[in-house]
């Protein structure tokens, strides 16, 4: 069965860093593509990154462009969020999902998700 399990949130303050990963089990995992979500609190789930099953290739959200940074390493079956110069609008619980084949920026099509990790920044 299919699980992906997040960790590495926690408190940060504000123009702080913070590195996530999402840890893929029971999936050909160099066959799918990595996206991360967010949500805040009474807000609805939004994209942040993707990236494609080969690494080649990411894409991000406007809010984070330049501040986030996703990678993934096939071999081990992880994909990581860093995240920097990082604002108290980031405050959310951070969800990574799993998407067989194409690379896509909206919560349709991504097959797998983890259970989150709460990140809170602090201004």
């Known amino acids: 069965q299919a699980q992906l399990v997040e960790s590495g949130g926690g408190l940060v303050q504000a123009g702080g860093s913070l590195r996530l990963s999402c840890a893929a089990s029971?999936?050909?995992?160099?066959?799918?593509?990595m996206g991360w979500f967010r949500q805040a609190p009474g807000q609805e789930r939004e994209f942040v990154g993707c990236?494609?099953?080969?690494?080649?290739?990411?894409y991000y959200a406007d809010s984070v462009k330049g501040r986030f940074t996703i990678s993934r390493d096939n071999a081990k079956r992880m994909v990581y969020l860093q995240m920097t110069t990082m604002k108290p609008e980031d405050t959310a619980v951070y969800y990574c999902?799993?998407?067989?084949?194409?690379?896509?920026?909206?919560?349709?099509?991504?097959?797998?998700w983890g259970q989150g990790t709460q990140v809170t920044v602090s201004s």
């Open positions: 999902a799993a998407s067989l084949g194409a690379v896509r920026t909206t919560e349709a099509g991504y097959h797998y």
């Open positions: 990236i494609t099953w080969s690494g080649s290739t990411t």
């Open positions: 029971g999936l050909t995992f160099s066959s799918y593509a």
